[in-house]
């Protein structure tokens, strides 16, 4: 019997700072990696602790797999230590995904908040390897500061290849902001969406999620055409521990992407 | 069905513990608790259930996660509240991907209740003080010895074994045993005051918010006993070790339990909490699993600290 709770060694290859508290660790596995994009690991730092990730990199790259991080606590601090050569443990893949299947043909809206861009980035990373299968592919992105904004270097690559792309900062102190300026949700104003064949994917901080979804709403969008990634208390990954608890669900387990009509009735899924 | 007489039970437990740890319930003051077998000790399987559930014999309260050597275990008078818990943990833990140090290694030999503990409740939940399925061999106590009904090969094998031990049921043996099955019952019924909680409606109930959980919630103290104690509580917190996971029980009760990074924290009131219990209990359960996730054994009432009546709790939510 194979034993879901072992980690699977993993070398750091690169570690690439993201903002100033926000890393990206390429990570080499002891043996290909297969998941599904918005799927996610344990990452364990050997001695100290785990924590989930979903991977950033495309999930049609197998030998590396790529995971954001922001700094947040105990064991993503000591992740944030780790340097090329540096060995970690990695469990999974964990949890369902997005499913694709769902999206194709579909105009797909992904709305991302600070570094709720990580598993994002993968599902974009995905949609753009096989473009031709979807419609139209809108990028809508906040950050606080454009100093906060991860992937900086990456937007006009991933614009190129033909996914439309709107930012926001929350406030710019030095002024050289030239894009939208407000919460995230102003990207919506003006802008033409067609909610009847379209799907909207949201992932970032829980504030955001909330304002994110209840715009999303606003704009004709269906509860069932909302994937919501909730971001719960994790500790097994596999459904047996309970922390992750959304409701009658595991996060860890049936989702970590919920559509919105799955679980707008359960207690606290903004908290 | 075969009977034992009591004078040859232990030399029965005896032969066993050569293949087997053997784990008994020991009676001290006016409860009982588990207990190894050592020879020369002698116990009986009259009573009800014991103060904590079987289940941490089939995982520890801090376990390190690696393939371990032990002998296989019989557990002797579990009852029906400790059989039916363990297969609810099985449906979590044994459910893909399987749980490979949940023991699989351990015969249950139950035995009927022929008392009650005052705060045993089954019978309000529609069960009986009895296994009725899930068991290696079940014990039935009658005034001088047990009748004896296989419920698996391997209980069917050790039968066999231990044939000279052992005579046939008799039609005596059968009677007495429905009166005595019949006392016990009326035992519970009694002092549930013939309460049987209609199911639906407590689910419905359970899943908004209730003046009846902010009642009885209030002298909650977020101590986590009822979750230790509780036959078909499951969770636990994974942990890192040298070399291996290790695995520290956990309760839904405890106020860090859903706290993420960042400070934010859905179960940060107390009556979240508290609700917590009874939503996976009589809601989330059966609708994800088809069962409870309550076998109606008392334990969390008699540990609680707050003095709260769970019980009584769920018949007010009922009612609500
Ligand atoms: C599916 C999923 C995908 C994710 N993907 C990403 C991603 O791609 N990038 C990213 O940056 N983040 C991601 N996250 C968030 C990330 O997992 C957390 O930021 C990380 O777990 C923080 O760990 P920490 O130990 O550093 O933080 P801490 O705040 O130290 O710890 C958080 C954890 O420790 C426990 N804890 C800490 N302090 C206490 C306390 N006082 N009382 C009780 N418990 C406490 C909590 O139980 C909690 O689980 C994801 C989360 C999930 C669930
Ligand atoms: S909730 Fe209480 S009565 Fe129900 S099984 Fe657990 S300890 Fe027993
Ligand atoms: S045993 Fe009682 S006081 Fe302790 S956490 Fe449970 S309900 Fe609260
Ligand atoms: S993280 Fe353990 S059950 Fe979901």
Known sequence: MTDPYKTLKAEVIRVTDETSNIKSFLLKPAQKFSFKTGQFVQFTVPGIGEA??????????????????????????????????????IRGPLGKGYPLEEFEGKEILILGGGVGMAPLRCLLLSLLEEKDKYGRLLLLYGSKTPGDIVYAGQFADWEKRGAEIYRSVDRCDTGEWKEKKGVVTCLFEGLKLNPDNGVAVVCGPPIMMKFGTMKLLEVGYKPENIYLSMEKNMSCGIGKCGHCACG???????????????????????? | MKFIDKKDFMGFVSALSADADI????????????????????????????????????????????????????????????????????????????????????????????????????????????AEKDFDLNFSPLGDGYLIEAGSEKGK??????????????????????????????????QNNGVTLDMQKLKEKIETRN??????GKTCVSCSACTTVCPACFCFFLSEGAENKIRYADSCQLPGYARVAGGGNPKKELISRFMHRFGCKFSWRPSMHNNLGCTGCGRCIAGCQGKINFKEALIAVSKS
């Open chain 1, 248 to 271: 009658k669900y595991f996060a860890c387990k049936d989702g970590p992407v919920f559509k919105y009509s799955v679980v707008k009735d359960i207690e606290g899924i903004w908290d």
């Open chain 1, 52 to 89: 989930p990730f979903t991977p950033s990199s495309s999930h049609f790259k197998k030998d590396e797999i790529e995971i954001t991080i922001m700094k947040a606590g105990r064991v993503t601090s000591k992740i944030h230590e780790l340097k090329p050569k540096d060995v970690i443990g």
């Open chain 2, 23 to 130: 784990f008994y319930p020991k009676v001290s003051a006016d409860t009982s608790d588990w207990a190894k077998w050592q020879t020369g000790d002698k116990f009986s399987l009259d009573g009800h259930r014991t103060i904590l559930p079987v289940k941490y014999f089939f995982y520890s309260p801090q376990e390190n996660l690696r393939a371990k050597k032990r002998r296989p275990a019989i557990i002797f008078g579990a009852r029906g509240c400790d059989t039916r818990g363990l297969e609810l943990l099985k449906k979590i833990y044994l459910d893909d991907p399987e749980d490979p140090y949940f023991r699989k290694d351990i015969l249950m030999f139950t035995a009927d209740c022929t008392s009650a503990h005052p705060d045993c409740f089954c019978s309000a939940l529609g069960e009986r003080p009895r």
């Open chain 2, 211 to 216: 003046a009846a959980f902010e009642n009885y």
């Open chain 2, 157 to 190: 094998e050790i039968l066999r074994k231990n044939s000279e031990r052992l005579e046939d049921a008799s039609e005596t043996h059968k009677k007495e045993l429905l009166n005595m099955r019949a006392a016990t019952e009326k035992t519970v019924n009694g």
